[in-house]
């Protein structure tokens, strides 16, 4: 037994099999150590790169229990519908201040036209020519007593598609959207008579620039401009390929608009390393570095104002201290709660309008983000309050609720509903009759319109909510990744919603406003007390329907 093992012993030993053993030993070898070294080498990078070099970005997968069909089904819960016009899409909350009026008139500007709303019942587009008002901000210049609105200029906003889903970091694309020739700026007219739009100036913000996008006009000296002056402001999200911050101008004149002064984020701009480096999302590729909507400034800086509200995406919620209307200054910063990438966590800022009612909803605004891509590709966002009683220490107070699907819809969540599900806009803050401050109406694109009471700023809850019909074509991704319900409009007297689509326009109300007003109404006040003042200054009496203006006074 132990010869049989000591023989086995020396077999192992024997010169040939040592040789077999050397062989073997020095392939295993030879294969551990090149993978321990590539282990180590892997391992070692990781160190400086993470575990994936170059990270993941936005877009997500696709959910896999997404539609494959858009449904043509529309659901409504405790409001009603009472008007629908195909074609133009009304104007609302992008910008804050949209209602041009003269008497019992009333008109929204919408897609190459404007709406007349006066009787709700029978919505009709107005043409307006060659004028391109678009997304303008409507506001009566009390001095000058004309309406003016302000119009935003720039490059048209090549979207990312399925060809091109990182938009600008595909060379292509990007050189599409630097070629643009038009304005880069503003555009100020006089649409006193809404029909024949008179074009004031044509105000170039700068030659490379992105122009602007959502701005701030409410009739008086100063407009606050969402602007790309130059192509230096960095943009770290595929849809754009440079950002925008903040210009103030003197529109004093609107014919001989004036620059007063400029701010970005320190780090917005290229040559700001340090200082960019800063920030968690730089260099992501997904976060929205960018100012969309200009800040909202509730009370006039010639009135006696100081602060503005607004935000710029990733960077965060500001305020603004506009005490030296030259050397504009953030009194305080806000970043969002949460490192999520894509979208834009700001996108408008909405400066709650106190009533008598709620004391408790003063100094209150609304940050409102908005979603970029479609079907759930990127991180959820939610709109927040946030309490600014004390400007250098603005508070988050509450957030709003997720909205669920219907019961019977074929989705079980809104991010299979095909197209963008998030907010989008808020009603507008400078609109007629008198706001309640408790009441919030914003649109979720796919989720449709949502209406909520916010009396309680820590849990605000949703009463009522409208999802349009889908339409479009899956074969045609640009024909419904923008989901449904895009702006709307608030007329608080008439007890009225207006809600614009890529399709065209609903008038709509629920019992939470109250009982509807669909007659054509004169416009006794406006939220804002200091807007709008002395717009009827010129209706001549046949505007009334016979009646004098003294008369529908006393009435």
């Given at each position: 037994?132990?010869?049989?093992?000591?023989?086995?012993?020396?077999?192992?030993?024997?010169?040939?099999?040592?040789?077999?053993?050397?062989?073997?030993?020095?392939?295993?070898?030879?294969?551990?150590?090149?993978?321990?070294?590539?282990?180590?080498?892997?391992?070692?990078?990781?160190?400086?790169?993470?575990?994936?070099?170059?990270?993941?970005?936005?877009?997500?997968?696709?959910?896999?229990?997404?539609?494959?069909?858009?449904?043509?089904?529309?659901?409504?819960?405790?409001?009603?519908?009472?008007?629908?016009?195909?074609?133009?899409?009304?104007?609302?909350?992008?910008?804050?201040?949209?209602?041009?009026?003269?008497?019992?008139?009333?008109?929204?500007?919408?897609?190459?036209?404007?709406?007349?709303?006066?009787?709700?019942?029978?919505?009709?587009?107005?043409?307006?020519?060659?004028?391109?008002?678009?997304?303008?901000?409507?506001?009566?210049?009390?001095?000058?007593?004309?309406?003016?609105?302000?119009?935003?200029?720039?490059?048209?906003?090549?979207?990312?598609?399925?060809?091109?889903?990182?938009?600008?970091?595909?060379?292509?694309?990007?050189?599409?959207?630097?070629?643009?020739?038009?304005?880069?700026?503003?555009?100020?007219?006089?649409?006193?008579?809404?029909?024949?739009?008179?074009?004031?100036?044509?105000?170039?913000?700068?030659?490379?620039?992105?122009?602007?996008?959502?701005?701030?006009?409410?009739?008086?000296?100063?407009?606050?401009?969402?602007?790309?002056?130059?192509?230096?402001?960095?943009?770290?999200?595929?849809?754009?390929?440079?950002?925008?911050?903040?210009?103030?101008?003197?529109?004093?004149?609107?014919?001989?608009?004036?620059?007063?002064?400029?701010?970005?984020?320190?780090?917005?701009?290229?040559?700001?390393?340090?200082?960019?480096?800063?920030?968690?999302?730089?260099?992501?590729?997904?976060?929205?570095?960018?100012?969309?909507?200009?800040?909202?400034?509730?009370?006039?800086?010639?009135?006696?104002?100081?602060?503005?509200?607004?935000?710029?995406?990733?960077?965060?919620?500001?305020?603004?201290?506009?005490?030296?209307?030259?050397?504009?200054?953030?009194?305080?910063?806000?970043?969002?709660?949460?490192?999520?990438?894509?979208?834009?966590?700001?996108?408008?800022?909405?400066?709650?309008?106190?009533?008598?009612?709620?004391?408790?909803?003063?100094?209150?605004?609304?940050?409102?983000?908005?979603?970029?891509?479609?079907?759930?590709?990127?991180?959820?966002?939610?709109?927040?309050?946030?309490?600014?009683?004390?400007?250098?220490?603005?508070?988050?107070?509450?957030?709003?609720?997720?909205?669920?699907?219907?019961?019977?819809?074929?989705?079980?969540?809104?991010?299979?509903?095909?197209?963008?599900?998030?907010?989008?806009?808020?009603?507008?803050?400078?609109?007629?009759?008198?706001?309640?401050?408790?009441?919030?109406?914003?649109?979720?694109?796919?989720?449709?319109?949502?209406?909520?009471?916010?009396?309680?700023?820590?849990?605000?809850k949703e009463l009522a909510w409208f999802v349009p019909a889908r339409d479009g074509s899956m074969d045609n991704y640009m024909s419904w990744y923008r989901g449904t319900s895009e702006d709307v409009f608030v007329e608080w007297d008439r007890n009225l919603i207006w809600l614009g689509t890529h399709e065209g326009s609903y008038c709509l109300s629920t019992p939470a406003l109250g009982k509807p007003v669909l007659e054509p109404r004169r416009v006794e006040r406006w939220t804002v007390p200091h807007g709008n003042v002395g717009w009827d200054d010129q209706t001549s009496a046949r505007a009334y329907f016979g009646r004098s203006l003294s008369q529908l006074q006393g009435e």
């Amino acid at each position: 037994m132990s010869g049989s093992g000591t023989s086995g012993g020396n077999a192992r030993n024997s010169p040939g099999a040592r040789d077999r053993l050397s062989r073997r030993a020095l392939l295993k070898g030879t294969l551990a150590a090149a993978g321990a070294g590539v282990a180590s080498a892997i391992g070692l990078r990781a160190q400086v790169t993470g575990v994936m070099p170059g990270g993941g970005t936005v877009p997500f997968r696709l959910p896999m229990g997404a539609l494959d069909y858009l449904d043509p089904k529309q659901y409504v819960h405790n409001m009603e519908i009472h008007a629908h016009v195909s074609g133009p899409s009304i104007s609302g909350g992008e910008p804050l201040m949209a209602m041009w009026a003269r008497g019992a008139q009333r008109m929204l500007p919408g897609d190459g036209a404007f709406i007349d709303i006066s009787d709700a019942r029978n919505p009709v587009a107005v043409s307006i020519g060659e004028a391109r008002i678009g997304k303008s901000c409507v506001a009566y210049n009390t001095k000058l007593k004309k309406w003016i609105a302000l119009e935003s200029a720039g490059p048209p906003l090549p979207r990312h598609t399925p060809q091109y889903p990182h938009g600008q970091y595909h060379k292509e694309w990007r050189e599409k959207a630097l070629a643009f020739k038009g304005l880069r700026g503003i555009r100020t007219w006089d649409i006193t008579n809404p029909a024949k739009p008179v074009l004031l100036q044509e105000f170039n913000t700068g030659e490379t620039g992105h122009g602007t996008h959502t701005n701030f006009y409410d009739g008086g000296q100063y407009a606050f401009l969402d602007c790309g002056w130059d192509d230096q402001l960095r943009m770290e999200n595929p849809q754009r390929p440079m950002s925008n911050a903040l210009m103030i101008v003197d529109v004093s004149d609107p014919a001989n608009v004036k620059e007063v002064s400029r701010w970005w984020v320190p780090g917005q701009r290229y040559g700001e390393e340090a200082e960019y480096k800063k920030y968690w999302f730089a260099g992501d590729q997904s976060s929205w570095t960018s100012m969309h909507g200009a800040p909202s400034v509730p009370v006039r800086i010639e009135d006696g104002g100081r602060y503005g509200y607004g935000g710029l995406g990733h960077f965060g919620f500001f305020v603004f201290d506009f005490s030296d209307i030259r050397k504009p200054k953030p009194a305080a910063h806000l970043m969002y709660d949460f490192e999520t990438i894509g979208g834009i966590p700001y996108h408008t800022v909405y400066p709650v309008v106190p009533d008598a009612a709620h004391p408790q909803l003063r100094n209150l605004v609304i940050g409102v983000p908005e979603t970029i891509y479609a079907d759930c590709r990127e991180p959820f966002k939610s709109p927040i309050i946030i309490d600014v009683k004390d400007p250098r220490n603005p508070r988050v107070v509450g957030r709003f609720p997720r909205p669920k699907p219907p019961a019977d819809a074929p989705y079980a969540d809104f991010c299979m509903a095909r197209g963008r599900f998030g907010t989008h806009n808020i009603q507008c803050w400078l609109a007629p009759g008198a706001s309640r401050s408790n009441i919030v109406v914003l649109t979720w694109f796919a989720a449709g319109i949502r209406v909520y009471d916010i009396a309680d700023p820590t849990q605000p809850k949703e009463l009522a909510w409208f999802v349009p019909a889908r339409d479009g074509s899956m074969d045609n991704y640009m024909s419904w990744y923008r989901g449904t319900s895009e702006d709307v409009f608030v007329e608080w007297d008439r007890n009225l919603i207006w809600l614009g689509t890529h399709e065209g326009s609903y008038c709509l109300s629920t019992p939470a406003l109250g009982k509807p007003v669909l007659e054509p109404r004169r416009v006794e006040r406006w939220t804002v007390p200091h807007g709008n003042v002395g717009w009827d200054d010129q209706t001549s009496a046949r505007a009334y329907f016979g009646r004098s203006l003294s008369q529908l006074q006393g009435e």
